[in-house]
């Protein structure tokens, strides 16, 4: 300080001085005396500010000299909350060093333990009995079927061979049969394995929302052609459902999208949710769709190969705990699963919501690209379900929630109906290609509803956050020690018993 002052001091004396030089320069060239006058006034200019310097320059020289030997003030220390930092860059930064330090660990015991697990071959028997049979793909192929008749009543609804009534009723008849053919036949058919059984399920569940989405909104459609025409008293200015273009993209009235086309756009579509004009996009970028394509490669193999490596060993090790029913050794065994587990649906979540959906979203040159929100911060576990899986929560918004709610039902049931209607769904993904029914997965769902009321009323802020991550991090590998369990004792009660993981 008292450098930079004495400084200051020197740099301000010699513009004076240099100002002093410059104003008597500039008279040179006009009469002596106005010279002599100029050069005076200049001379007590610098007099003068020599004389406020000097006594500047001492004020300060005292104040550099005072400052010299203090050294202390009055602040907080960095880590208490009244200091204002906020810069935890670095620990965000150590945490991840540590993370690495820890696995890369726990990969090398591993690696010494089992030797190399991975087998890809393996993946395809999950899905295959017999490589000449594929009652799974059969299955899906069989899917479109529903498709047609989908169309087909709506096509007739639009025409007026239908009515309402007869229009719901098929609708209804076919909706069922899309949720029961496929666990009848998974249930029936030996030959169908868990993983072909969750896949074509899996389409069927997505196949079922989307129907119902498109049942919904085309009779919106024509709810508001019959008030438009009626308004108009049967004016010929009512749309006639034709096509038009416009900014290059075509654009679709009721009910010119009644189209084999528009239907298995929607089909294929990464959304549950029908709409006549979806967004596009101008075209396919090609770097991006390889980038993702890539991404989708890459994290299968990774899914794949941390399953066969790390989590099964642990899952098989957890059977002799639970079967001796040794609580602290379950306790153990699942805070060891916790870890792969959650590793696994983090990668699953970006494999799936961001790789998969936004590649299949830039071919079809889907525009809404929002497939999940930030739902890594949540605070509340209302906020959690809000966020995670977009379509899902748009689809029990519009086609279920807030009909509820226009009908006078209470949100508090509207929530709780839409969450028992996701925990069935759970439940229904999971019973029945593993062949037994035991509720884990539709109780870890209705769960939800007492957790969500617990975090919202007691715990804020990061402690809300800490308790999502918690429910995410336990919960899972709970549900899914519970169902392998349930399923080893159904299958393989007499095979020896693994006690070791790492
Ligand atoms: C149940 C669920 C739909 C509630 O959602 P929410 O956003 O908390 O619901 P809210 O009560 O805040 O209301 C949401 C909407 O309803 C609207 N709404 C509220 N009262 C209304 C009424 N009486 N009539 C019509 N609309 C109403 C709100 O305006 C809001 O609309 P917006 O989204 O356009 O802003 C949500 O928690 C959910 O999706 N849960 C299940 C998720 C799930 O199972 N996912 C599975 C993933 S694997």
Redo the contacts with the bound molecule.
């Keep these: 300080m008292g450098d930079k002052d004495k400084f200051g001091a020197t740099l301000r004396r010699r513009a004076t001085i240099t100002a002093a030089k410059g104003e008597s320069k500039q008279l040179n060239g006009t009469n002596a005396t106005s010279v002599s006058n100029s050069s005076g006034k200049a001379k007590r200019k610098i007099q003068e500010s020599f004389t406020t310097d000097s006594l500047n320059e001492h004020g300060k020289q005292k104040n550099a000299s005072y400052d010299k030997m203090r050294c202390h003030k009055m602040q907080e220390s960095m880590l208490s909350s009244a200091s204002g930092f906020r810069n935890y860059r670095g620990i965000l930064n150590w945490c991840v060093v540590m993370l690495v330090l820890n696995n890369a660990r726990l990969f090398l015991e591993n690696l010494l333990r089992y030797g190399i697990l991975v087998d890809p071959i393996q993946v395809v028997s999950l899905f295959l009995k017999d490589p000449y049979s594929w009652p799974a793909a059969c299955l899906v192929i069989v899917s479109n079927l529903f498709i047609i008749v989908a169309l087909y009543t709506e096509r007739k609804l639009a025409m007026g061979s239908f009515g309402e009534k007869y229009g719901l009723l098929i609708h209804s008849i076919n909706l069922s049969v899309i949720l029961c053919f496929p666990v009848i036949t998974v249930l029936k058919l030996p030959s169908i394995t868990p993983a072909g059984g969750l896949f074509a399920l899996g389409v069927y569940t997505v196949l079922f929302l989307k129907l119902y989405s498109y049942k919904d909104v085309n009779r919106w459609c024509r709810e508001r052609r019959h008030t438009k025409a009626r308004s108009l008293c049967r004016s010929l200015s009512c749309p006639s459902g034709q096509s038009s273009e416009n900014g290059g993209q075509t654009h679709v009235s009721y009910p010119g999208n009644l189209s084999l086309r528009d239907m298995y756009y929607f089909i294929f579509a990464p959304t549950l949710c029908y709409e006549l004009n979806f967004p596009r996009s101008e075209r396919i970028r090609i770097g991006f769709l390889l980038r993702r394509l890539f991404e989708m490669l890459l994290l299968t193999q990774l899914l794949v190969g941390l399953t066969q490596q790390w989590m099964v060993p642990i899952i098989r090790s957890s059977m002799k705990p639970f079967k001796d029913m040794d609580l602290s050794r379950i306790i153990e065994r699942l805070l060891r699963l916790a870890l792969p587990n959650h590793l696994i649906w983090l990668i699953f979540f970006y494999w799936f919501f961001h790789s998969s959906m936004n590649f299949v979203a830039e071919l079809l040159r889907f525009g809404d690209r929002e497939f999940y929100r930030d739902w890594w911060n949540s605070e509340t576990v209302?906020y959690f379900?809000?966020n995670?899986?977009i379509p899902?929560?748009k689809w029990?918004?519009r086609h279920?929630?807030?009909p509820m709610?226009?009908k006078g039902v209470s949100?508090w049931v509207?929530?709780s109906a839409?969450?028992f209607a996701?925990a069935f769904f759970?439940e229904y993904l999971v019973s029945v290609p593993l062949r037994m029914f035991r509720l884990w997965a539709f109780m870890g769902?209705m769960a939800q509803l007492p957790l969500a009321w617990f975090v919202g009323r007691y715990l804020r802020g990061n402690y809300g956050n800490a308790a999502v991550w918690l429910s995410l991090i336990i919960g899972q590998p709970i549900a899914v020690l519970m169902y392998v369990h349930d399923y080893y004792v159904n299958n393989y009660q007499d095979e020896p018993l693994e006690v070791e993981a790492l």
Excluded: D, E, I
């Design positions: 209302t379900w809000q995670w899986n899902v929560h029990c918004l279920f929630y807030k709610l226009r949100k509207g929530q839409v969450f996701s759970h769902m």
